[in-house]
């Protein structure tokens, strides 16, 4: 795998690709758009931070490309839409950086309470003044937390250790994660009403952008402070001027802007302004946490090249990580279920339903049926489909996905059935685990027993005297040899679906001699990556 490098990473934290011999890394700063549109299209992965934007343009130039990875939490600069309608992952490092910027988040409060950085230029001016400089302390003050997320908890404990009353607004969790952080859970207008400081700790996002207005700052305490460490746009910026103007706000700590580097008239006077301590991005600026997260993205870019699951991949469905290991064989027997149905059942299919039975369907079993999807319509697909643009594809191709899942079953402890349906009827197969192995089990109403081989012969007949033999010798004339075989049917003499294994593709005028000796109804050879 080749994977270019287009912003400055932490090297040591690039180790986990530089020491791998399957993969080819290049560094590339400081490229221009048209240098890069020009290069990327041989490059299977590419390594960011904030500096270079994966925008539809750019990836319309990325022919082979796989991986988005951004060394970073924030995926502002990758049009996410665009990369999973083309299949590419996008994966972030959520974690790497998330101590470093709780700690900035900090290190810009208490800077701006105790008046550090106009202390410290004015005493470095040769001055000696102190009661200009009087500040403020945490203990007994209300801090509002907007976001109690990863960085937002950070923020919490330390603002609790020292001694401050801590509220938080956040619709995405539950009351006992409130508790377990010892803060209050209260709603967006009682932190604007009732809070000392504000702080906000959420991502960018349709529903956070100038999510604090001037008509919240009208709300808020007179002599407030806000402090933004998440990212530029959530406070609006112009209102947030306004409010240091007139006083109502005594004083914000900002690292992140709208636009960066700031360029706009109201940019360079909230910069400006001597009420304002800012920081250009440097919450996550810290030797840990750049190598931090340069391990996190290059192990996700490994984990594709192994095959394995990627934790942090921002458009593929995935589970708690602590049930992914127990459920990778299942999505291994849903994507043989995929294949190979998609290989037998008619064409134009408009609904596919997956069902869930057992054991299995006390869990979430979303990413099961996009493992499932992508291996069904890669088969009938001219664009490689796969878990990140499996649902996108399906829609354009007008076929409904459903998702049924139900604790009871007969037979097996957790069985997984597809059932395709189109202007032909209805097809279905299903199948479980045997020990670990996968194995098709019902094939539409006919009771099956097999497991999945590379090159297989699927025959439906009427079942007649002998017909087995004249199979076997047709195909022991065409040099292929029989692995196994199983025979479901409902009686004697009656309707029979028989698949057979075989050591080697059968081609197709092999396949009319065995239709026409055995007067087949269906006769089909299926291919499996298996």
Known sequence: MKVLITDEISESGLLPLLEDPRIQVDKKLGLSVAELHEVIGGYEAVITRSGTRVDEALLSHAHNLKIVARAGVGIDNVDVDAASSRGIIVVNAPYGNVNSAAEHTLALLLSLCRNIPVANASLKAGDWQRAPFTGRELKGKTV????LGKVGGRVARRCRAFEA???TYDPYISEKRAEDFGVKLVSLEDVIRFADIITVHTPLTAETRNMITAEHFEGMQDGVILVNCARGGIINEEAMLAALESGKCVGAAF???SEEPPRSEVLRKLIAHPNMLVT?????????????????????????VDGKPMASAVNIPRFDPDLMEHMKPYMSLVSILGTFI???????????????NGKLARFDCTPLSVSG????????????????????VAREMGIEVESVRSTETESFSSLITLALESPEGRRTIAGTLFEGTPKIVKMRNFATDFQPEKNMLVINYLDRPGLIGKIGTILGEANVNIGNMNLGRREKAGEAMV??????????????KVAEAVDARFIKAVHLDV
Request: hydrophobic share 45%.
């Open 144 to 147: 509002g937390i907007i976001g």
């Open 165 to 167: 009353n801590v509220i």
């Open 255 to 257: 690292d992140v802007w």
């Open 280 to 304: 250009p991005h440097l919450g996550a600026n810290t030797f840990e946490a750049q190598k931090n997260v340069a391990v996190d993205v290059s192990m996700e870019i490994v984990n594709y």
């Open 342 to 356: 998609s290989q037998l059942a008619p064409p134009n299919p408009n609904k596919v339903t997956f069902t869930y």
């Open 373 to 392: 999807l992508a291996a069904l319509l890669n088969r009938c697909s001219d664009q490689e489909v796969n878990m990140v643009n499996a649902g996108l």
């Open 499 to 512: 698949v057979f294994s075989v050591d080697s593709p059968v081609d197709d005028e092999t396949l009319q």
